[in-house]
């Protein structure tokens, strides 16, 4: 004789019974409420879809306007999904159709998925959406490009880890261990490759505040010359001398740097001296020489005076200002300037004296000694009569 042993049914088990055998009372009993919950249910999500295709015109109408925040929001609208739309309408109207415990449960933790994962969704297309804004009108290199790909995958693992994480804490899973776990691989892969995370962040750095563009002329340290590519570890400076110099990103980041391209004046200084001899009236008439020379030549005198008394001149400081961050006016100007300079001192009778030293000598008796053999005068003869 064969015996079978019956086991107990679950907990779950019972519920799900219970629930399939008062379904047909419940469906009876509230038929009524039931048809209003799915009228509105049907009701919101229509304009849910509505509410998504609206993001979406806007998204196109916003095409070749590059990412500015009715794009981003546009966008982030219409990531929205079907899932989350139907979850989200049941959850709103299980009250008036009176639903049984357990289907209100069920409808309550797919809810709370729905909601998880929809919001990191959105939230990784506001993201996307600022780095695209923050990029807009750049052109970076490959591997940096390379980089932002990173950065986007990243972000995504994140996000949706995080949702996934609160989704198991919701059914009840103790996650503890999960985040601890995670937090200390984090920290162990973090402190392995700082170095190479410090140079991508740095990159990243670069693209968002763009100190600095591909093509920018910069100063750095003892560096001079124009940024020829940004990359995800280095950037790549050509000097003006012709060297490439790779510079690390972090580096560049720590110390002070100089922009070039985005001056908008270069300022010309002359130091010029002229001779103690010069009559105090021609001293006086040195500023409105120089600022009239300057002016002439489409510049601004911000410094025009005397600076001091000199070893073999009376010097003097002018600074003339050019409106331009291009040295290829800034030269020619300065050249005219000079020579300017040079040809009305001239017609003005003034010399500018280059450092002489004369030394004299004494003899024992305390008779100067002169530095130049003295000149014995010649006799002339007259060929004619012989006279001298």
Request: hydrophobic letters at 45%; aromatic letters at 8%; glycine letters at 10%.
């Amino acid at each position: 004789m064969l015996i079978t042993a019956r086991t107990k049914p679950t907990h779950f088990e019972s519920q799900l019974k219970a629930f399939i055998g008062d379904t047909p009372d419940w469906i009876a009993d509230h038929w009524l409420s039931i048809l209003v919950a799915i009228g509105i249910a049907v009701g919101i999500a229509l304009f849910l879809h509505t509410l998504r295709s609206w993001g979406m015109r806007l998204c196109r109408n916003s095409d070749g306007n590059g990412a500015n925040w009715y794009t981003i929001f546009g966008r982030t609208i219409s990531r929205t999904n079907n899932f989350f739309i139907v979850m989200t309408a049941i959850r709103l109207v299980v009250n008036v159709a009176e639903t049984p415990p357990l289907l209100d449960k069920t409808i309550t933790f797919l809810f709370t998925i729905a909601v998880t994962f929809q919001v990191a969704i959105w939230i990784r297309e506001v993201i996307f959406g600022l780095i695209e804004h923050r990029t807009r009108g750049d052109s970076p290199s490959e591997s940096l490009a390379s980089a932002v790909g990173i950065i986007r995958l990243l972000i995504s693992i994140a996000l949706f880890a995080i949702a996934l994480v609160m989704v198991l804490g919701n059914v009840g899973v103790n996650v503890t261990g999960l985040i601890a776990g995670l937090g200390v691989g984090g920290i162990a892969i973090g402190l392995a490759a700082q170095g190479i995370f410090g140079d991508l962040i740095a990159a990243l750095s670069i693209l968002f505040t763009r100190p600095f563009r591909v093509g920018d002329n910069i100063k750095f340290d003892q560096t001079s010359g124009t940024v020829a590519e940004i990359g995800l570890k280095s950037t790549r400076v050509r000097s003006f001398d012709g060297e490439m110099h790779i510079i690390s990103n972090r580096q560049l980041l720590d110390k002070e740097l100089q922009n070039l391209t985005d001056r908008t004046r270069i300022r010309l200084p002359f130091k010029i001296g002229v001779a103690y001899e010069t009559p105090p009236e021609k001293l006086e008439k040195l500023h409105d020489i120089f600022k009239e020379i300057v002016e002439a030549n489409g510049a601004t005198a911000v410094r025009n005076g005397f600076s001091g008394f000199g070893d073999s001149s009376i010097d003097y400081e002018l600074i003339a200002e050019v409106a331009t961050g291009s040295w290829d006016v800034g030269h020619p100007t300065r050249d005219r300037i000079l020579i300017g300079i040079v040809r009305r001192l001239a017609d003005e009778g003034i010399s500018i004296p280059y450092p002489t030293q004369t030394t004299y000598t004494a003899a024992p008796d305390g008779r100067i000694i002169m530095p130049y053999p003295e000149v014995t005068p010649v006799m002339r003869v007259d060929k004619e009569d012989g006279e001298r």
